[in-house]
């Protein structure tokens, strides 16, 4: 596999997260994607064995790695679900919330957890972390009463080693950069001549983006159709860095 140009990784927002890769996992579409995010069982190992079985996209990310995450066999029964590793265990920090879609609708909801190694209630915490995605029934609006159900027949997980930095996963393009981004869609003429980098990349391969949908692109065969990154522009993709 064709490693990332310098200065690009895979850098997904929640909300593509939830509303492209586990959404795809949940309607059994895509099956190519399993290459991107593999299907483990992350409680059935420590997250130092998680890296090197992470997808394509992420296997060589020095900081995070995504993977689908199959629903136990005690919490389907209606349980609780285990999260002890063979060394240590995962313990949730602060509050589940729900995640938010661009358009501010719920999408799904969100879990956070520190991993500590030894046994509860006397373990050690270290620096891993990660984000447990199940994605709702159906969105629903913010000011809705409702509740729908959660999908948890596959929920999508984030492993990541805390740096000590403020940061946020969840990168969407400023307003400015969205509206941009839309007025070029809606008249590519127009952004072509004030911008001639815009008008060659617009006339080679047919898109200012990478695809539509602004993910990462496939080819036929299931690999990523490296050639595409040259259309990224870092800063309306904010999920890349």
């Not at 099956?31 to 992420?58: F, T, W």
């Not at 047919?206 to 695809?211: A, T």
């Amino acid at each position: 596999m064709t490693d990332l140009p310098p200065g690009y990784r895979f850098y997904p927002t929640e909300e593509e997260l939830l509303s492209f890769y586990l959404r795809n996992k949940l309607e059994n579409r895509r099956q190519d994607m399993e290459r991107v995010i593999p299907v483990v069982g992350v409680y059935s190992y420590d997250p130092v064995q998680l890296p090197p079985i992470s997808g394509e996209a992420s296997i060589r990310d020095p900081e995070q790695w995504f993977f689908f995450c199959p629903m136990q066999e005690r919490e389907a029964q209606g349980g609780r679900p285990t999260r002890t590793t063979p060394s240590g265990y995962w313990k949730l920090t602060g509050s589940p919330s729900y995640v938010l879609s661009s358009q501010n609708l719920r999408i799904g909801w969100k879990k956070t957890m520190v991993f500590y190694t030894g046994r509860a209630p006397t373990g050690t915490k270290t620096k891993w972390k990660m984000n447990e995605y199940k994605a709702l029934e159906e969105a629903v609006a913010t000011t809705s009463s409702t509740h729908p159900k959660l999908r948890n027949e596959f929920s999508v997980c984030r492993v990541y080693i805390k740096s000590g930095t403020l940061r946020s996963f969840d990168r969407r393009p400023s307003a400015n950069v969205a509206m941009n981004s839309e007025s070029r869609r809606r008249n590519p003429e127009a952004s072509s001549s004030a911008n001639p980098q815009i008008a060659e990349r617009t006339s080679s391969h047919g898109c200012s983006s990478p695809r539509d949908d602004g993910l990462l692109p496939l080819a036929a065969d299931g690999t990523f159709d490296w050639n595409m990154l040259e259309d990224i522009d870092p800063e309306q993709f904010g999920r890349w860095e």
